[in-house]
Each structure stands twice: as C-alpha cells, then as structure tokens.
C-alpha cells in the first residue's frame, strides 16, 4: 500500500500515540487524536502486516459494559534498529537498539585523558569500530551531543566548551550510508523517558546534573519551545544573587551550586585547604576527586563535603518548587550521579514535598531515572525514531 503525503502524517500521528501511551486502543486513538475511526483502522491494520505493531488482545476495561471490547496495540520490537551515541567530556557511548529501545550491544570508550584528540575524526573512526560487527540493517544514526543542535550551524555543537571546535557534524553525517540526526543530549534522555518508559502523562520534565545543568521539558508530547536555545538553561538561573561568579558572567547561577563541575572544584578547595577532610583518605591527589569521590566522603560524614552536597541539593529543591509555578507537569524525572546515593533523592524529594503548598496546586510528583553511561545513546535512537516516524 502506497501512503499518499496526508496519510503518511495521519500514521505519524497515530504511531506518535500508540508511542506515548502503549497499549492503546484503536478507539481511544481516534479520540485523542481526531481522525476517524475507519482511518485509523486502516493505518494501524497496514503496520500490523508491517511487523510494525501487534495486537495484545481485548481489554479488560469493559468487562461490565456492552458493546465491542477493545483490543490493545502496541510496538512490535524488532522491526526496526538504530544506533545511538552521546559525545560527552569523559567518554563516547554507543548502543545498538530496535524500535523499542531493546539494547542489542553498547560499548563505551574513555576519553578522560588529557591526549584524546577531540575532532569528529577521532569519533568517526570508534564509530566504524562499534558499527562494523552489527549484522542487523541500520536505519538511522543518532547523537546526543553536549550542546545545541541548530540547522543554522549544521556543522557545529553550539556550546561554550573550546574543546568541541574541531568537531564538525557535517563529516559524520557524509561518513555513513544512513540517516543521521543530532540533538542535545538531555532532549534526546526526554524522548526516551516518552518513548521507551511508557509515562501516563504527554507533559513532564526531566532534569539532568551533569557537568552543568539542563532541563528539558516534554510538552503535549513534545520537547517545548526547541528553536529557543535558552529554554531548558536552569543551570544558568539565578538562585543566590550574591553567589558565586558562574562562567557565563552572572553571580549565583544554579550551576555554581550543584552541578558535577561545581561540586568538584569546591571539594578541591576543601581538599588544598582542609586538613580533616576525609577526601585525603580516599585519593592522593585533588585531581582524582570526582562524584562518587565526592559522595563516599559524604557516606562517611565529612562535614564539609556535606555542606557541599546539602547546599546543592536546597538549591536544587528550590528551583524545582520554582519549575512547578511555571510549568504544566506532574512529573519532574532527575537524572545524574549525584543521585546514584539513594538518600540524596529521598532528601530533594522530602524538600519538593514538604514545601508549603497553595491549596490549588497540583502534587509534583519527583522521580528518579537510574544514571547510566549509556541514557544519552539510548535517547540518541529515541532521536531516530522520532524523526523517521513521528514527524
């Protein structure tokens, strides 16, 4: 069957529900999105003989009532498969994913060494090395990239960070046969969570600690407002007027407070400076402290890498308190290896929840999604799918 150009955007928009809230029905498909019921039927049976989708059986929602029962769809795996990367300061990962996001191989390599050349040829090259074994047909290549993406400046990562310079975009996408697509790495987590996590709600945001901060916020299925660069910059809001000067020349960003490149340059000055810290313990030199460094001090009870870590956690309780004002969402997922230390998202949330709250303010539900190495690659393909089949 040969899909003329509307219908091609009715099956993009029927995909992009079944997608967001899998198992679906073909009737609630036709409400939710206005197009008629025969359309949908029509769409939906052509991807069931495509492998595309499959149906799970009836219902059980209509036990009691008369009429039809509805039969479920959903995704069938495997129909399709893609590569994800995330470019980030300390490492490159790769996976290999179907159209459901079923990890089928990962490799990460470590950058952190101070002679890795950061060029798109040096990406280039360990990207034929993970893609030269995958026997499966690769639709797409997508990147997460420690920036902005804007196809003003196709061949550039939009950031502040000098060592990206030489990492021209346009040479990866003529180095592979595929499709290749590019998007800033906390977006492309976003999709993930929408695609691959099954959220019952089209609107949430998702908030990632890294090396700074960002926060990306889905919106009636959607990443809000991509053309604006600013949006999603929580890391450059103020939250201490008199604070620290922050890199982007303003005083009390929330970067300064708690993000990882923050965190560590506060736990270097308690290390040069302290003679108690329990940091000399644990490494021989200011320059191997990181996050998990930085957290087993804080298990063991240093009081100043708990004034370090305390304070970031209030700040970032107080922005999120801030978020809920501002934004329509009942979710707010964090992200990052801060929180790989149970206790530290109980604490954020125990912050965000006891709150005094306006009586006609909805509850802000906090969750966590796990850090993983590979999060960024895996929202690389959630990337590819959505801009191959849900545009």
């Known amino acids: 069957m040969t899909l003329t150009k509307k219908q091609k955007e009715l099956r993009s928009a029927i995909l992009d529900k079944i997608y967001g809230k899998r198992p679906i029905s073909r009737i609630d498909i036709s409400k939710e999105t206005g197009i008629t019921p025969a359309t949908v039927s029509t769409l939906t049976g052509e991807m069931i003989t495509q492998n595309f989708l499959l149906e799970l059986g009836e219902t059980d929602e209509q036990n009691n009532k008369a009429g039809r029962k509805k039969i479920l769809l959903d995704i069938k795996h495997h129909h399709s498969f893609y590569v994800g990367a995330e470019v980030a300061e ?155 000067l922050c890199e982007c020349g303003k005083r009390g960003c929330l970067q300064t407070y708690a993000s990882e490149s923050w965190l560590i340059k506060k736990s270097k000055i308690l290390f040069r400076n302290s003679a108690n810290t329990y940091l000399k313990q644990l490494v021989t030199s200011e320059d191997e402290i990181s996050i998990k460094i930085i957290l087993d001090a804080y298990e063991l009870g240093d009081v100043g890498i708990m004034s370090i870590v305390n304070s970031a956690i209030q700040y970032l309780a107080i922005s999120l308190i801030n978020l809920n004002m501002m934004i329509d969402s009942k979710q707010i997922v964090v992200h990052g290896k801060l929180f790989e230390k149970d206790s530290l998202h109980k604490t954020l949330k125990e912050l965000v929840e006891t709150e005094p709250k306006l009586m006609f303010l909805p509850h802000q539900e906090i969750l966590l999604k796990p850090y993983s190495i590979y999060n960024g690659a895996i929202g690389g393909c959630a990337l590819c799918i959505q801009q191959l089949w849900l545009q």
Not at 98 to 121: A, P, R, V
Not at 179 to 185: D, K, Q, R, S, Y
Not at 223 to 241: R, W
Request: charged share 20%; net charge negative.
């Open 90 to 244: 300390d490492f490159i990962s790769f996976v290999l994913t179907d159209n459901i996001g079923e990890i089928l191989k990962e490799q990460t390599i470590d950058i952190s060494q101070k002679n890795f050349n950061y060029t798109s040829d040096s990406f280039i090259q360990l990207l034929h090395s993970f893609t030269k074994s995958i026997k499966q047909p690769i639709s797409a290549l997508g990147i997460a990239i420690p920036g902005h993406y804007s196809k003003d400046y196709p061949d550039k990562i939009l950031t502040n960070n000098k060592r990206w310079q030489l990492f021209d975009l346009s040479d990866i996408s003529k180095s592979v046969s595929f499709p290749v697509f590019f998007a800033n790495n906390v977006n492309c987590m976003a999709l993930s969570e929408r695609l691959f996590q099954r959220h019952n709600d089209d609107n949430f945001a998702l908030l990632h600690i890294g090396r700074g901060l960002h926060c990306s916020y889905m919106y009636h299925g959607d990443i809000f407002s991509k053309e604006n660069l600013l949006i999603g910059e929580i890391g450059h809001t103020i939250v201490a007027a008199d604070g620290e």
